[in-house]
């Protein structure tokens, strides 16, 4: 199993090179983790990651999510317009005979969906947290960002949870 | 109203379900209702459906999955169900196995389909063991490298479900229904349908299967032979449906269309009325005791079911429980449905 992940995090390290290039840093390297943790994002303990950009936050699944579900074959994703609570599903993404929820770090009002999910659900392996993004929220309570996980605490979080098993 | 404990002692507690020849339709609708709403960890075994249906996975799209004029043309139901995974025709031929377990129940498990998989190919295994050569191979139950076994999960925060419908036997005209899928196993090679999978009845009868399947489970979890059923009518969104044909547009599609919403409307309405009718028998089985027929709505050719003999209690906040009490066979001469 830990070898199956290492392997499989050792192509995801490949294709998150490319993402490294943007303003995103990747905030641990390979040697210490399985999977890649981003500075400047939350994280959930479900394994939703948010990062806020002024008055909109954009809610993806982490590389831990992706890496572990397999190649997701299907998105779904809610419409804009309707609203998220802390916690609770949004949709879901399909991979391996698997529907996942994906529920949503933080609450607020839907303001954008990622369109391209539909005919490429294959980004959110491929590029988790960027292209891979699945929702955009306006966040009606600020202070929910204080109940979620930074880098480190998350990167602790998957290496006790993949130690336990 | 007691809850069954989640966890007695030291292993968890699981509630064993068995029907027989329920609607894979309502069998559907009841998993994601259990997954959804309860808390506590499930084995339903539904040993065959009604009729021959058509279940796809959440993505799955008809006009590439489905020999459409046919399919239309024979009236088979398309049924898209919340679970993901490929195209299974099912009937009364199909054995149903599907576990619903909280994260923690299982606490070796990761809440990811391959950790799932490899624990429940453990448990058949077990059931299985030196049979025909079974394994699971690239996500499918197989005799050598013949599926006999299709599964597929849901995996929600907290709980996670994993069914399997077991092709005891099938009708080889059936397989006729499903086109090639554009993604299939390695291991399938360009085998069509007939060459692909086998069928169980020629490894194990229907009842040691499903014996050592309960036993297996039991070796497990501890078993609790479940004496009530609840039906919690919370909100939540249902993507289990039945699709409907589309005339204009010779489609299969999702109800939310005109014509399939009426549809689905007059379906509820006979839920409703059943229930009703349920309820008003039972107040009148206080005073005179009655055999009440498992009714069920959708349209189909059904072969003789057992009877369920229940009581509805509808509990102080409302939620309607289905105390089963016997289950028999139908004496001679009891009219089917």
Known sequence: M???????????ALGVSCASKSHLAPAFSLSR?????????????????????????????TDHAQDHLGEVVFAEVPEPGGSV??????????????TSDVNSPISGEIVEVNKKLAESPGLINSSPYEEGWMIKVKPSNASELESLMGPKEYTKFCEEEDAAH | MSVPQARKGGRPLM???????????????????????????????????????????????????????????????VIRRFTGGGTVIVDPGTIFVTLICNKDAVPDVQPYPRSIMQWSSLLY???????????????????????????????????????TSFLWDFESRNMAYLKLPKKVPEYRLARSHMEFICRMKDYMTRSVFIAKTVRAIGNRVQVHAAEDLYFCFLEFRIPTKLLCFWPMTGEIGEENQHICLLFSLFLELLMTLEAVFLLVLCRLSRIFPCILYNTQWLPATTPKRNITMVEIEIDASNVINLITLATSQPPDGFPDE
């Open chain 1, 2 to 12: 830990a070898l199956r992940i290492w392997a499989s995090s050792t192509a995801n």
């Open chain 1, 33 to 61: 983790c399985f999977s890649t943790v981003l500075e400047g994002l939350k994280y959930a303990s479900s394994h939703e990651w948010v990062k806020v950009d002024g008055s909109v936050a954009t809610v993806g699944i």
């Open chain 1, 85 to 98: 609570a802390q916690g609770s599903s949004f949709g879901a993404v399909e991979s391996v005979k698997a």
């Open chain 2, 15 to 77: 509630n064993l379900v068995r029907f027989k020849g329920i609607p894979i339709l309502k069998q559907l609708h009841l998993e994601e209702q259990l997954l959804r709403t309860s808390s506590n960890n499930w084995c339903i075994i539904n040993d065959g459906t009604n009729a021959p249906n058509i279940v796809m996975g959440l993505s799955g799209k008809p006009s590439e999955l489905l020999e459409l004029k046919p399919v239309l043309r024979d009236g088979i139901p």
């Open chain 2, 125 to 163: 295994n077990e059931v299985f063991q030196g049979i025909g050569d079974f394994h699971l191979c690239e996500n499918d139950y197989v005799f050598g490298n013949r599926k006999f076994g299709g599964n597929a999960q849901s995996i929600t925060r907290k709980r996670w479900i994993h069914h």
